[in-house]
Each structure stands twice: as C-alpha cells, then as structure tokens.
C-alpha cells in the first residue's frame, strides 16, 4: 500500500510508456484519476466521503491502446479490475437486467487479490504443516502410552537409540533434509483429497432469480452437505502443492478476507466498460425497435456509475467510489447520443489518436512485452536465436500502416496478422528443418518476399471469409 501511495502522476505515466506507445493525452488523465484516488484517501476531514472519482470516456477507432492503458492501469496501482461489453448487455435475455454481474465481478477480482495476498503471509507456516504432514505420512510418528523424552532435531551423535521414539524423530529428520533437497520429489504418496461435489441447483431460479441469490444458494447448500474426500496416489511434489493450499486455506480467515476485498474493491476498484457506443441511440432517430433497448441499457447501468449498493455473496458494496472508464470507437453514433445523464458521469473525455507508420515502428521496437520480443523469445525456447535488423523492422510497419489504410483499421493488431504471415514457415521448420543453434535474421528483403501476396491481395480481402 505504501508503494501505491508513493506513485505520483509522472510516475504513473511512465509505467504505462513501458508498455504503450502514444496516447499521451489519455495516460495523463487516467494518471491524474488514479492520483485523486490517492489523494482522496489521505484526505482526514469528513469531505473525503463526497469526493468522487471523475470517470473517463475514451473515444478512438479499435486497436489504439484504450483496454490495454485501462488494464495496465489497474496492474500499477495492484487495484481490482474488470472488463465488460455494453453489447453483452442488449442480448436477448439480458436487455440491461444484469449489468450488476460487472460489480460481482469486480468484488471476485478484489477477493482473489486480497487471498493472494494473505495466502502469502502465512505461505511459510504452511510450508511447514506440509511437512510435516507429507513426514507423518512417510515416517508415522510412534505412539506410546507413557511420557517419551523430546530428541532435539540437531542432535548429531553416533550413539544408538535409547527408544523406538529416539529412532524415529532421527528418521524424521534424515527425511526432513531430503524433503528439503529435493531428493523424494519424484516418490508416490497417497494423500486424502477433498472430492467435488457438483450441485445442480440451476433449475430452481427458473430465470426469476438473479446471480448473487443463485451463488449465495449454491454455496449454502454445497456448505450443509457432508465434505467427502478421496484418496489420490501424487507425487511428493505435487501433493506439496495440494496440502499448501488446504493449509493456507485453515491459516487465513476467510471473514477477514470478505471484509477487505470489499473495501479494496469499493476505494480502488476499476470497471471498464467496453464498447459503449454500441448501446448509443443513432443520431436522428426516435423510432422503436433496438434504440430502445439502447436507451433501456444506458438507464440500468445509470444507478451503477452514480453509485449505488449492490448486493454479492461476500457482502453490500457501494460504487460510490468505483473508477468507471468506458470506451467506444463511436464511428456510428457519437458520444451526444448517449442519454444526457449517462454523459455527465463521464465528464472527462479522452480521444485516441490513430497509429502512425512511426507508432507501428516503435511499437514494435520500445515495449516490455514487443511482438518482436514474445516471437523472439519462442525461438530462443527451442535454442533458435531471431533477429530483426532496423531495415526489416521499418519495411513491417510500412506494410501494416499500408493494409490498414486501405482495407480496414484494426490498429496495432495489424501487426499480429502480418508478424504471424511473416514468420509462420520458420515456426512450422523448427525444430525439424531449423535445428538448435540456428540463426535466422530478418532483412528488409525477406520482409518484403514474405508479405508481397498480403499487399497484393488487400483489394480481394474483404470478399473472403
């Protein structure tokens, strides 16, 4: 908490630099929002309640940069975070009934986080019930009936044992040092597990009974029935791994847990709405038909992004203070055809540029995760190096910015289609054709003779499935 606390807005920015390329306008205001969250928390006076977040509409054309600078946003300030489609909300069924699920969805994420987190602290006690346990089963512990003397565990002597008790603690510890070693990963145990027990309860809603009721059921009746578990024949190894996590889970207080979750999710969580402009009413028409199911949707997800209480499984959470971003690319609709009250909560809006020819460059040059770096690093796990030489990286965004002028613009997932043409054969070769050890260096010319039937071919695009 003290790291996120210490993140200032130019800090901020430069964490998303390492992944995005661009968009400066957008990481400003998404940096000063993440920033006001901060400060509102430092705030001491009875005003801190009041203060709400300012939620962002991001406008521009799809592959520009606005899931991936929400996402990463979420990532820095390790804050819950969940992505949803406004479309999804106007099928058949839904018609905007639903578009709570998005704020369950967040309180999951902040749960998970919060039991990550906690499983953490106690991960080294844990680690030693394991032991423990994985010793009882290989060496059982002897019972007497009477009183047996404690053998410290670094006793060392040569001396034998003056007890069956003796001997079986110096057991212990030799296997406890090979445990730690590593020596009797590869040995069988037999370990009880607990058995899933599948309750088909979806029949009793029958559609009249929302998700949080369905989920607070199914956990109530799954809870009343008899926990069964099964024997299973793993590995030591892997039945480290099994016994961790029941451990942990008998370390941490899940009540705790529920608590905090909804407070993480409640001051710092992020909903990113995707694809908004989907459910904006087209300019100039007041007819029936699916505008109004538009309009019903803007008005189910009004009360949400004003703030309201929701009710989860884990609890009542108000997303009075839920960062709300939502996005659309708006070539259709525009942003003043969403129903007035719905555009005053967005009062900061953002618009995206387009990707450059110099953009698709760097892009492919100045990232963390570059698609240059992800293929490059796929050869390297089959010991085959991969080099892009600056010629051959300039002639690829040519031809992306290319393609998409003149087909469609898809953005920066241009780059993947032509990446993906460029480099499918040397994939297919390796490791049969292209053995270990190989070099393959990509020049402005393989670039070219690779990709000239993708260029060719754009005009006939748009005629194939």
């Not at 009793?204 to 809870?223: F, K, V």
């Not at 993480?264 to 694809?275: K, Q, V």
């Not at 995206?352 to 040059?365: K, N």
Request: a negative charge; glycine letters at 6%.
């Amino acid at each position: 908490m003290e790291k996120i606390l210490s993140l200032t807005p130019r800090q901020i920015v430069a964490e998303l630099d390492k992944y995005i390329i661009g968009q400066n306008d957008a990481k400003r205001n998404v940096a000063i929002a993440l920033r006001n969250r901060i400060r509102r928390l430092m705030v001491k006076t009875d005003i801190q309640k009041d203060i709400v977040p300012n939620n962002i509409l991001m406008i521009g054309s799809t592959g520009v940069g606005k899931t991936e600078i929400a996402r990463r946003l979420a990532k820095v300030a390790n804050a819950p975070f969940t992505k949803v489609e406004a479309s999804k909300f106007t099928e058949v069924g839904y018609v905007g009934r639903d578009v709570e699920s998005m704020v369950r969805d967040l309180v999951e994420q902040a749960v998970a986080l919060v039991r990550e987190q906690k499983n953490e602290e106690v991960k080294i006690k844990a680690a030693e019930a394991v032991e423990e346990l994985i010793l009882d089963i290989l060496i059982p512990p002897v019972k007497s009936a009477g009183f047996t003397r404690n053998v410290p565990a670094n006793v060392e002597d040569d001396s034998e044992p003056s007890s069956d008790a003796e001997l079986n603690e110096r057991t212990r510890d030799r296997f406890r040092e090979k445990l730690r070693e590593g020596e009797l990963d590869d040995r069988k145990i037999e370990i009880n597990v607990k058995a899933s027990s599948p309750v088909g309860v979806g029949m009793i809603g029958n559609g009249m009974m929302d998700d949080a009721s369905m989920s607070g059921l199914q956990d109530m009746i799954s809870n009343m029935m008899p926990k069964k578990t099964k024997k299973r024949k793993v590995s030591i190894s892997e039945a480290r791994k099994i016994l961790l996590e029941d451990e942990m889970a008998k370390l941490v207080d899940f009540d705790e847990v529920k608590e905090e979750a909804i407070k993480l999710a409640e001051n710092n969580g992020i909903i990113f709405i995707d694809e908004v402009d989907k459910i904006a009413s087209k300019s100039g028409k007041n007819g029936g038909g699916p505008d109004v199911s538009r309009e019903g949707v803007q008005r189910d997800l009004l009360p949400i992004v004003e703030g309201s209480a929701v009710n989860t499984k884990y609890g009542v959470i108000n997303t009075d203070h839920v960062l709300f971003i939502a996005a659309g690319a708006f070539h259709v609709s525009k942003p003043s055809d969403l129903i007035p009250e719905l555009q005053g909560r967005f009062p900061i809006r953002v618009e995206l540029q387009s990707l450059t020819q110099s953009d698709f460059s760097r892009i492919l040059r100045e990232p963390k995760n570059a698609l240059t770096k992800q293929y490059q690093a796929l050869f390297n796990a089959e010991e085959v190096s991969l080099e892009f030489n600056d010629e051959a990286i300039e002639e690829i965004a040519r031809l992306a910015f290319l393609i998409n002028q003149e087909v469609e613009n898809i953005g920066a997932r241009r780059l993947h289609t032509v990446m993906s043409q460029l480099l499918n054969d040397f994939l297919f070769d390796v490791p049969d054709t292209i053995t270990a050890n190989s070099k393959i260096m990509v020049t402005r010319e393989m670039v070219q003779d690779r990709l000239s039937t993708l260029v060719q071919n754009r005009d006939l695009s748009q005629y194939i499935l």
